[in-house]
């Protein structure tokens, strides 16, 4: 090649070169000490009510996901339940305070969801049939789901304005089918009391004092019924939006030993038809923003209510179906696994997305039933980030987010870094808040072993590895092509597909030996497992 045509390939890559941003950070994870606990199934995801009918922006992306007519037979959604291996469930949403049970003794006709403008939500009441309630619990069993069940807390009131709903609960039809369902054995983890009825409510509201009294009925009538059987649900509430002053005067007025978790909904993108929603989910301002309501909700718990915990009982990012194709591609990965990460930091226990399948935002295609990205995100975090969450400080840009959690169901510890920025590459130095202190008392210790050896260049390396043992394991997550909004997700280079069998495919990591550099390409994610980081809190 002669130097004129090398000159010109030199120039036509000049740009890329210089377009490539290259950053060196440091991560310091403490290890001492757990600064939140999750719950075990910490991801969860929703089951809806919406019919066929329900339209955004000129497009109805609900298909038969309702859980009145989805399709329990289909291979790929049993599949896609047990690779989490119980995976909780909440049963619910808009339309779940227009949900007439059909058992024991109804007062009206039980009929199903018509479209009904004049109507709250434009649908009149539906109808849950027993032999429908029998099939849906079949398939629980049948999967290892833990079920949420989210009870019409609407039944009796009366509308007295445009939003505000008046007068006590009446309990008589949830009696009867609370009642059906212990008599029949079936397993429901927890009941939860309405859906975004709190504060300025979505569509309808209750005021706080009134949800209070009702809330305290619910539970005594949950200690009746489950007298004899074993082990009694959990009772969650109120299912809607956070308001510091709805949510303190219904902890003073429902007290002690009544809602074992608050539930609160997120969609912190705004509307599925912003044409913004890309810009806003790489921008770590907007990413933060939501940060306040978890911080304000955990000193609401702590003052108003510490015998209670906080949940995410709804978020799909996006409100009203999501946002077509942007929820179901891979960029959305970002906002979720950013989510599920601040989300832990302020002691939330369960965090369900909106949807497992349905609308936009499922993590199934509602047709097709196959995994969209964040499914495999959402398995990810399952499968790695144990319970315990633990402190990380960095001197990076706040384009890397990182998170650290003990590993889940054995030793050591997994960061999830996730890149958004488009044009920096990472390269990222972690040291252990123990093994700093452990290297002070140990400076005069000179073994020569290789083992000892790599323990002082990789300062968290814990005092029982072997040179078996010595590497990490990297799941490096991007999308098909480069394409951010591409429906396929690669997983250290490979698509993550259904197998021919229509199985989960083999989330294996790649294995990296402990002294190699880490780096975190732009736009992309990665949970790193460090099996043999020192930490006495995670064993």
């Known amino acids: 090649m002669g130097f004129t045509s090398f000159l010109l390939i030199f120039l036509a890559l000049c740009p890329a070169f210089l377009a490539q941003i290259v950053e060196d950070t440091e991560f310091l994870i403490d290890g ?25 922006y000129n497009e109805c992306p609900w298909g038969s996901a309702s859980l009145i007519n989805l399709d329990l037979s289909h291979p790929f959604l049993a599949n ?19 949900i007439i049970y059909d058992v024991g003794n109804l007062e009206s006709p039980c009929h199903p969801f018509t479209k009904q403008g004049d109507e709250l939500f434009g649908f009149s009441n539906g109808c849950l049939h027993m032999d429908r309630w029998d099939e849906l619990n079949s398939f629980f069993n049948k999967t290892g789901a833990l079920v949420t069940f989210g009870l019409n807390a ?32 079936y397993q429901i983890h927890s009941w939860e009391f309405g859906n975004e009825l709190s504060g300025k409510g979505i569509g309808a509201k209750v005021d706080a004092e009134q949800y ?15 007298k004899h059987f074993q082990p009694r ?48 989910i790489l921008n770590p301002l907007h990413l933060n923003k939501i940060a306040d309501t978890f911080s304000n909700l955990t000193q609401t718990i702590e003052i108003n209510g510490p015998w209670t915990s906080a949940w995410v009982g709804e978020s799909g990012g ?56 964040d499914y495999y995100s959402a398995l990810l975090w399952h499968r790695l980030m144990g319970k315990g969450v633990l402190a990380v400080s960095n001197n990076a840009s706040s384009y890397l987010r990182s998170y650290a959690h003990c590993t889940r169901h054995r030793a050591g510890v997994t960061l999830l870094l996730i890149n958004l920025s488009n044009q920096t590459h990472y390269g990222v130095n972690i040291k252990s808040s123990v093994s700093i202190t452990s290297h002070v008392k140990e400076k005069s210790n000179h073994k020569s072993s290789f ?34 909004q591409s429906r396929t997700m690669l997983l250290n280079g490979k698509p993550l597909q259904l197998t021919e069998n229509g199985n989960i495919p083999s989330l294996s990591p ?8 880490i780096s975190v390409s732009p736009l992309s994610i990665k949970f790193i497992v460090f099996p043999n980081f020192s930490s006495p809190v995670c064993t």
């Open 80 to 98: 896609s339940i047990q690779a989490f291996n119980h995976l909780r469930l909440r049963l619910g949403g808009s339309l779940q305070n227009r």
């Open 233 to 280: 649900p959990l009772l969650l509430a109120p299912g809607g939006f956070y308001d510091k002053e709805w949510f303190e005067t219904f902890l003073e007025v429902s007290g002690p030993g009544t809602v074992d978790a608050l539930t609160h909904h997120i969609y912190n993108l705004g509307p599925g038809s912003d044409l913004n929603l890309v810009s806003k």
């Open 510 to 517: 790649v294995l990296v030996n402990l002294k190699s550099p």
């Open 451 to 484: 083992v000892q050896h790599l323990k002082k260049t990789i300062s968290w390396v814990g005092r029982k590895s072997s040179d078996v043992t010595l590497s990490r394991e990297e799941y490096h997550l991007t999308p098909l092509d480069g394409n951010l």
């Open 212 to 226: 209070g009294e009702d809330v305290i009925h619910l539970n005594n009538l949950i200690d009746q019924l489950y």
């Open 154 to 185: 609407l039944q009796g009131r009366q509308r007295t304005s445009k939003r505000v709903w008046e007068g006590n609960w009446d309990s008589s039809n949830a009696h009867d089918f609370i009642d059906y369902t212990v008599s029949k054995g």
């Open 32 to 56: 001492t000490v757990k600064i939140a606990e999750t719950d075990d199934n910490y991801v969860c995801a929703t089951l809806d009510w919406w019919p066929k009918e329900k339209c955004n």
């Open 318 to 373: 996006a409100f009203n179906n999501g946002g077509r194709n942007v929820s179901n591609t891979f960029v959305n990965s970002f906002w979720y696994l950013d989510q599920l990460g601040m989300a832990a930091i302020y002691h939330t226990k369960v965090y369900c997305r909106q949807t497992f399948i349905g609308g936009n935002y499922g993590l199934l295609d509602t047709s097709t039933f196959v995994p969209n990205p």
